[in-house]
């Protein structure tokens, strides 16, 4: 593993091979921003509100618009169907884990020449945000030859939450029980994490199996029996499992609260007989989270879940120690610092300059792509996509006021001009811009010049929201995205809310 002689040093003794692998995960590019995360501390966060969770936002009379956009880009070039469709799980749970309803999905697609992609991404996506019947309310869809094997698949999901009620992944505290919630733990999705950190070429099985399967129709029973739940204060801190499933979000909360873990391999629920120990820990089966709860709570959840037909397992305990444990028959596989398993090595970044030409990107405006989406599903939506795909307007009643919502893409040269833009159209239609999220899609950062486009655009982008005066609220960083034969055009994606009182 690149990092051994870092990770042993740190724990003053030899990690194990269960701990490589998990290592391996946490100090993936995926999981562990090594070469953006500095960078990214520049960008202004002023009036946005939970920046570090799941999803950020704005915070609107007594209630909170929640919003966060990510990529599945490598995922969609192997798998485009289920990769799309998991994007938009994903995605989902990130807002649906701070107890926010999801009110509404945006979405910036690039293609090349392989029909194949592009039409297993559009069903992946319209299959299954229909079917959990989350509207699609802002398309753009961009073409140029480099995104033939290499297609960008941004996805952003806005939701909406009581702000009182809004729950957060720090909470936890010693003696607070873990609890897994939703589908049984499967072999699919396997090194997702490490997947999304590599140069996509001659794919093998392996490959095919770090992509997730979709479960739209569990998804919308897991997304109605955790909100009942939240909303009767049942959990105290809650974790979608994402990337590198139960490691990730059982190592995130423990991080961000002060805490550790103690976790029981023969208590989890799993589909599987032939999984391995490390892969019960990195699956990234979908349809599952994370409840950190009370001990006197689990009767109600238990009864809640039962209605919902939603399986679920005690896994451990949080603890004092800030240690991250793993036990199977009483064997401890795992014990490691959780400062340690989360906080890869800092490294040097090449901003070594080399001129970079952008190709021509055309605007496909094809009318039967976002048609497939239902826009109406949940009575929000006020406009039909054909009057401007990109561009659209949702009700919040609860505040008594609309919601702008605009997606659009950049190259890294025009980013500060496309998002002065985006700011001028959304003014133009009578609102007042309050935040952004994006997607900054790249190719390989340890090669000139991506971390110098990378920083420039980390420039523009802070130029260009202290001129609008609007925060970034969330994010995501996608790198590698190359394969053997070609790079993509580097190329920040954003949705950008406005609001309007009525």
């Not at 107890?99 to 069903?123: T, Y």
């Not at 093998?204 to 739209?216: G, T």
């Not at 340890?446 to 655009?457: A, N, R």
């Given at each position: ?56 936002g704005v915070k609107i009379g007594n ?286 970044p090449d901003f070594s300059f080399k ?53 659009f893409s950049s190259t890294v040269k ?89």
């Amino acid at each position: 593993m690149k990092y051994k002689k870092y990770i042993t040093e740190k724990l003053n003794r030899e990690p194990n091979e269960f701990e490589l692998k998990l290592f391996s995960a946490t100090y993936s590019e995926h999981c562990g921003y090594l070469h953006s995360k500095e960078l990214l501390k520049q960008l202004p966060r002023k009036n946005a509100v939970f920046y570090n969770e799941n999803a950020g936002g704005v915070k609107i009379g007594n209630h909170a618009i929640l919003f966060k956009m990510e990529s599945h880009n490598h995922p969609c070039a192997v798998e485009p169907f289920n990769g799309a469709a998991t994007g938009i799980g994903g995605i989902v749970r990130d807002v649906l884990a701070m107890n926010a309803r999801p009110i509404a999905l945006c979405n910036s697609l690039k293609f090349g020449d392989d029909k194949r992609i592009m039409e297993g991404v559009i069903e992946g996506i319209s299959n299954y945000g229909n079917s959990i019947g989350v509207p699609t309310v802002s398309t753009e869809v961009l073409y140029n030859k480099c995104f033939t094997q290499n297609p960008l698949v941004n996805v952003t999901c806005i939701g909406i939450a009581n702000y009182d009620k809004i729950i957060t992944s720090d909470k936890a505290q010693a003696g607070h029980k873990l609890m897994l919630v939703g589908s049984p733990t499967m072999k699919d999705g396997m090194g997702g994490a490490s997947f999304a950190s590599k140069k996509l070429g001659n794919e093998k099985k392996e490959d095919k199996l770090s992509i997730q399967i979709a479960n739209p129709f569990m998804k919308k029973k897991l997304i109605e029996a955790c909100l009942e739940i939240f909303n009767k204060n049942l959990v105290i801190s809650c974790q979608d499992c994402g990337a590198a499933g139960i490691l990730s979000s059982t190592s995130e909360v423990a991080f961000k609260s002060n805490t550790g873990v103690n976790i029981d391999l023969d208590k989890i629920h799993i589909g599987d007989n032939s999984i391995q120990d490390y892969e019960i820990m990195l699956s990234e089966t979908q349809e599952r989270m994370l409840f950190i709860i009370e001990e006197h709570s689990i009767n109600q959840i238990k009864s809640i879940l039962k209605k919902y037909e939603l399986d679920y397992s005690l896994i451990g305990d949080v603890i004092k120690d800030k240690k991250y444990i793993i036990r199977k028959n009483q064997k401890i596989l795992a014990d490691i610092p959780t400062d340690i398993l989360v906080t890869p090595p800092k490294i040097m970044p090449d901003f070594s300059f080399k001129e970079n030409l952008t190709d021509k990107i055309i605007s496909i405006n094809n009318k039967n792509i976002y048609e497939r989406y239902d826009h109406t599903v949940g009575t929000r939506t006020k406009l039909d996509p054909i009057q401007n795909p990109q561009f659209n307007i949702l009700k919040i009643w609860e505040e008594n006021c609309d919601l702008a919502v605009y997606t659009f893409s950049s190259t890294v040269k025009d980013t500060y001009k496309e998002l002065i833009s985006a700011s001028n159209l959304i003014k133009s239609k009578g609102f007042t811009p309050v935040g952004i999220t994006n997607c900054l899609n790249f190719t390989n950062p340890e090669i000139s010049p991506t971390m110098y486009e990378f920083q420039k655009t980390i420039q523009e982008i802070k130029k260009a929201c202290n001129e609008i005066s609007i925060p970034v609220c969330s994010g995501n960083v996608s790198f590698y995205n190359e394969s053997s034969n070609t790079k993509i055009i580097n190329m920040p994606t954003f949705t950008m809310l406005g609001l309007n009182s009525l």
